[in-house]
C-alpha cells in the first residue's frame, strides 16, 4: 500500500512562491507516474502537472506550465511541485496523486490516478 503525504501550502500573496512536496511511501516501486490535481470550493478537481518515476514524461495544465515546475526526487520518494508568480485564482487545495497503470494511461486524467493524498491549502490573496 503507498501513502502519499503532501507539505508546503501557505499564505501567499500574489506573485510570490511555493513549493510543494509529496512523500511517497509504501510500494513505491511499482508506481508508473505521480500527478498534482487541485481544487477550489465549489469547482471540480483539475490536473495540474504529472511527471513519470522516471522523469522522462512530464504534463502541464495550459494555464500553469510557464509558472509551474513538477520535479521528482527518487532517492528521496519524493515529488515537488514549484509554484511561481502565484496568481489568486490558483487558490485551491492541491492533492497529490500516484498511479500504478500503464504509461499509456492519460497522466492528466483523474480516472488514472489509484491513491491519493489528503492535500494541501494554498491561498494566494491579491
Known amino acids: 500500500q503507498v501513502q502519499l503525504v503532501e507539505s508546503g501550502g501557505g499564505l501567499v500573496q500574489a506573485g510570490d512562491s511555493l513549493r510543494l512536496s509529496c512523500v511517497a511511501t509504501?510500494?513505491?516501486?511499482?508506481?508508473?507516474?505521480l500527478g498534482w490535481f487541485r481544487q477550489a470550493p465549489g469547482k471540480d478537481r483539475e490536473f495540474v502537472a504529472a511527471?513519470?518515476?522516471?522523469?522522462?514524461?512530464?504534463a502541464y495544465l495550459n494555464s500553469v506550465k510557464d509558472r509551474f515546475t513538477i520535479s521528482r526526487d527518487r532517492a528521496k520518494n519524493t515529488v515537488y511541485l514549484q509554484l511561481t508568480n502565484l496568481k489568486p485564482e490558483d487558490t485551491a487545495v492541491y492533492y497529490c496523486a500516484a498511479s500504478f497503470r500503464p504509461m499509456s494511461y492519460s497522466m492528466s486524467t483523474r480516472g488514472s490516478y489509484d491513491v491519493w493524498g489528503q492535500g494541501t491549502q494554498v491561498t494566494v490573496s491579491s
Open positions: 509504501g510500494r513505491t516501486v511499482t508506481s508508473t507516474f
Open positions: 511527471t513519470s518515476w522516471s522523469g522522462g514524461n512530464t
